[in-house]
């Protein structure tokens, strides 16, 4: 099983960026496709963005198109998000998560049912 760890949140004022990684150990990397989810309070967690086992195909939520970006070298085992433009909703606990079985379509890798690999998560917060 794949041991993901988050790092990178924090605190930025709207219109700000943050780059959040997630950095996996334990087993072969480029076997799974890598996705970010984010939880914030008293709301559902919900799927942000995901990137395909080789890295060639990705996928975001309507809400962060334009503004985020997902990356994945295989060689280092990471995957990267590149969030710009920053909004007050963007803020929550960003998770990332692994699977064998999710394709990189929206409906697939935005829901979490095919992740069993997850990482600790770790804070953003927008505000000013």
């Known amino acids: 099983q794949l041991h993901l760890v988050e790092s990178g949140g924090g605190l930025v004022q709207p219109g700000g960026s943050l780059r959040l990684s997630c950095v996996a150990s334990?087993?072969?990397?480029?076997?799974?496709?890598i996705s970010w989810f984010r939880q914030a309070p008293g709301k559902e967690r919900e799927g942000v963005s995901c990137?395909?086992?080789?890295?060639?195909?990705?996928n975001y939520a309507d809400s962060v198109k334009g503004r985020f970006t997902i990356s994945k070298d295989n060689a280092k085992g990471t995957v990267h998000l590149q969030m710009n433009s920053l909004k007050p909703e963007d803020a929550g606990v960003y998770y990332c998560?692994?699977?064998?079985?999710?394709?990189?379509?929206?409906?697939?890798?935005?829901?979490?049912?095919?992740?069993?690999?997850w990482g600790q998560g770790t804070q953003v917060t927008v505000s000013s």
């Open positions: 334990g087993t072969t990397f480029n076997y799974y496709l």
């Open positions: 990137i395909s086992q080789s890295g060639g195909s990705t």
């Open positions: 998560a692994a699977s064998t079985t999710a394709t990189p379509d929206a409906i697939s890798c935005l829901s979490q049912y095919d992740f069993g690999s």
